[in-house]
C-alpha cells in the first residue's frame, strides 16, 4: 500500500502526535508498505526509508517548539509522482488543508486522524469564545473525509455529539519492550529526586503548556514535604512553572527520550497525571509498561486506558484534595499496589505498534473501498460570502 501522510507537528519536535507518526511510519515500513510525509521543515529529510516533503515553515510565536507551514503548489508535484492509494492527516489545521484540497483534486481517499482536544485548549489561553466557531472549522474538516480516528471512545462521543459521523476507534500502542521494569537505574533516581533517592518520588512526562494543569501538582508537594517530583518535558510555560515549584522539591529534567526516558519511568514511584484534556495519554501507557503506578485524572481519554483500582488510580478533575489522597493511596506500599502494577504491564502488552498498525491498515482498505458520497461534501448550495470567496480565489492561485 502507498500512503502519503501529512502532519503539522514533526520532528525534532517531541510529543504524543510525533511519537504517534514516527511509530506508525516504522511500522508500515515494517510491514512493506511505502510512506511520504509532508511535514514543516526543520526535520529529517527521511524517516526509516519515507521521503520527508519539508514545508517552508516558521515558529508558532506563543510555542516556538511548534511550527507552522502552509500548503504549497509543490505538494501536487509529489503526489502524482508518489501516486498514494490513501492519505493519512494527523490533525489537520493549515498545512493539512493542502492535504483535504488535493485528496479531493487528485481522488485520493482522506483518512483524519483526532489526536488534540483543541476547542478545550481554548478555554487554557481566555480564549473560549473562539470554541463555537472552532468546532465549525473542524467539523467541516472532518466531513471531507472518508474516515474520521479517534483514539478513545471520549473523542469518538465528542466528534459525534457535533455531527461528525464515519468515526472509528484506533487502538492505543505502546512499545513495552522500551518501556519496562527493568530499566530502573538508581543513577536516574538519584538525579531525578535531587539526590534523597529514599524519599517517594513522584513523576510528570509530557508537555509543559496551560492545558495540562501541571501546576496543580504543588497542592501534593505542600501535603506531603516528604515526596519529590520530576518535571519530564518542555514547554512555553516551563519558566514560568519554574517559578511556580519555587522552594518545593521538584527537579526540571527537560526533555528526554529513548533509554534514558525508559530509565525515568522505571525509577520512580509514582506517575501523576493532572491534565483534563488527554484524548488518549500515551505517556500513561509508557509508565504502565515500566510497571510505574498511574495517578490520572478521571476525564478525556484517560479512562480508555486505566481502569480505576484495576490498572491505575482514577481521581474526579478539580478536586485537588482527591488529587493529593489518591497520591498517596498510590504510593502506600499495599498489595493494591502490587497488583496494580502487574495487571497494568499486562494490559499495555496487548497494545503493540504491530496490532495497532495492522488495525490501521484495515481502516485504509475501508476508505479505499467505501469512500465518502461527494453529495456529502458538497455542502449547500448557496453563494458564499465574500471573505469566503477571497479564501477560495487565494486556495485555487496556490494550489492549482
Known sequence: ?????????????IDGIVTM?????????????????????????????????????????????????????????????????????FEP????????????VLHVPIVISYHTNLPAYLHYYKLGFFEGPTWKLMRQRHLRADLNLCTSTAMMDELRDHDIDRLALWERAVDAQQFHPSKCSAEMRHTLSGGEPEKPLLLYVGRLSAEKDVGTLREVLKAMPEARLAIVGDGPMRHELERHFRGTP??????????????????????????????????????????????????????????????????????????VNTVKRALADSPER????????????????QGSTKQLREYYSQAIEHPRPKAETAGPKKRPGLRRRMVIGTLRKLLP
Open 21 to 89: 507518526v514516527t511509530k506508525t511510519v516504522e511500522t508500515l515500513k515494517a510491514l512493506g508498505d511505502e510512506v511520504l510525509i509532508f511535514a514543516p521543515s526543520g526535520g529529517p529529510e527521511e524517516l526509516f526509508g519515507a521521503q520527508v516533503v519539508s514545508l517552508p515553515s516558521i515558529p508558532f510565536p506563543f510555542y516556538p517548539e511548534l511550527r507552522i507551514a502552509a500548503p504549497r503548489a509543490s505538494m501536487r508535484k509529489h503526489l502524482e509522482a508518489f501516486r498514494p492509494d490513501v492519505f493519512h492527516l
Open 250 to 323: 521538584t527537579y526540571f529534567a527537560g526533555y528526554m527520550r529513548g533509554e534514558p526516558l525508559a530509565a525515568a519511568y522505571a525509577s520512580a514511584d509514582v506517575f501523576v497525571m493532572p491534565s483534563k484534556t488527554e484524548t488518549l495519554g500515551l505517556v500513561l501507557m509508557e509508565a504502565m509498561a515500566a510497571g510505574l503506578p498511574v495517578v490520572a485524572c478521571r476525564a478525556g481519554g484517560i479512562p480508555d486506558a486505566i481502569e480505576d483500582g484495576v490498572t491505575g488510580f482514577l481521581y474526579e478533575p478539580d478536586d485537588r484534595m482527591a488529587l
Open 338 to 353: 502490587a497488583a496494580i502494577r502487574v495487571r497494568a504491564r499486562a494490559d499495555v502488552e496487548r497494545h503493540s505498534w
Open 1 to 13: 500500500m502507498k500512503i502519503a501522510i501529512v502532519t503539522e507537528t514533526f520532528l525534532p519536535k
Open 93 to 104: 489545521s493549515l498545512l493539512g488543508v493542502g492535504g483535504i484540497y488535493y485528496g479531493k
